[in-house]
């Protein structure tokens, strides 16, 4: 993306957004009290702003003794999916989420989230995503503040139509996030192709894909359930997710509004962001589970093990196009290993 596109880009967004809300990104009363604007790509009663973003700003408001308040921006009205890290860094909001994959090229370590096979759940992954944030092996994020570095659930494939298993996805087109499952997609004979969560429903629903990889959560949270039939129960890794401030939005913020956000770091989310969204992913596989036009598979050993040989092929090319690969992915299952043992 130029910087001439970029910023005409943002011109734009930033007109919406003077249309939405007034006042500037940082407005201040006598007593200190800032607001910060948060960008959601999700709507407003979506369970991630209701559940996980809503919960964690409060403490941190709670936590300013008056001095922080966060105004949510939801539904894309801020940033598309694609632009919300770039938006955060020009200041056109202060504070934004995403997901890595939507950036190819960008993000290169946290690719190792999205590797086949590694990790269950949200909450191991992003525990030991923030993990490899603290220890300084996670890319591309030095033009902002990082507030949190976390993994979305652990993906499945689902697909639109009431098909007999794994071998019926060879040949789909087959919606996927990021270039390690597109290559994990085109080993088992899919077509992968590349759309953020919220085109998803209406892809399916007009055969622009066949199937999608998506965890549990977004057949609810994306409007999934209505346009999917099988759901293969395989792990196919995840997506990296960041949560992010504008630089300059943190500096000029009051002291006791910089020390809540300071007492609230990225290990904290992702341990906050992990739990609650693997327990709405569980209580999601419920819901389909006692639906009678929907069926649940599991792989079968020998399906299993050769999708292992894939997977192995595929995280090896990772490691070796990927600079620090070997460490990366050592660390990313060392903290896997350490948070199993503690749970």
């Known amino acids: 993306m130029s910087l001439q596109f970029s910023l005409s880009k943002y011109v734009r967004i930033a007109t919406t957004i003077a249309a939405i809300t007034t006042g500037g990104a940082l407005s201040a009363t006598a007593q200190e009290m800032v607001t910060l604007k948060f960008g959601s790509f999700v709507g407003p009663t979506s369970f991630l702003n ?190 990296g997710v960041y949560l992010v401030m504008n630089k300059a939005s943190f500096d000029k913020l009051p002291d006791a509004a910089k020390a809540a956000i300071e007492n609230n770091p990225s290990m904290a989310f992702a ?7 693997e327990e709405e992913s569980l209580r999601v596989r419920g819901v389909v589970a006692e639906l009678d036009d929907h069926k649940i598979i599991t792989p079968t050993e020998a399906e299993l093990a050769a999708w292992q040989v894939a997977a192995d092929e595929v995280i090896a090319e990772w490691v070796e196009k990927t600079e620090g690969g070997a460490e990366i992915l050592q660390a990313y299952t060392d903290n896997l290993g350490a948070y199993r043992a503690g749970n």
Do not use: C
């Open 50 to 239: 209701t559940d996980i973003f809503e919960p964690w700003f409060k403490k941190m408001e709670d936590e300013s003794n008056g001095r922080l308040k966060i105004e949510f921006i939801t539904g894309g009205a801020s940033a598309k999916p694609q632009e919300v890290f770039d938006a955060v860094r020009a200041g056109i909001i202060d504070i934004g989420w995403g997901i890595t994959a939507y950036n190819p090229g960008r993000f290169d370590a946290a690719g190792v989230v999205e590797l086949p096979m590694l990790a269950h759940g949200a909450g191991e992954a992003s525990v030991a995503m923030a993990g490899l944030y603290d220890q300084g092996l996670i890319d591309g994020m030095d033009t902002v503040k990082v507030l949190g570095i976390a993994g979305a659930d652990i993906m499945r494939l689902h697909h639109s139509s009431d098909v007999a298993g794994l071998s019926d996805f060879s040949g789909a087109k087959i919606r996927a996030a990021g270039g390690v499952l597109s290559a994990m997609i085109e080993k088992i004979g899919g077509v992968p192709v590349g759309m953020p969560a919220p085109s998803i429903s209406e892809s399916l629903a007009k055969n622009v894909v066949d199937a999608s990889a998506n965890d549990w959560f977004a057949l609810d949270g994306f409007s999934l359930i209505d346009v999917t039939k099988t759901h293969v129960d395989i792990s196919l890794g995840t997506a």
């Open 271 to 277: 341990q906050h962001w992990g739990t609650t969204l």
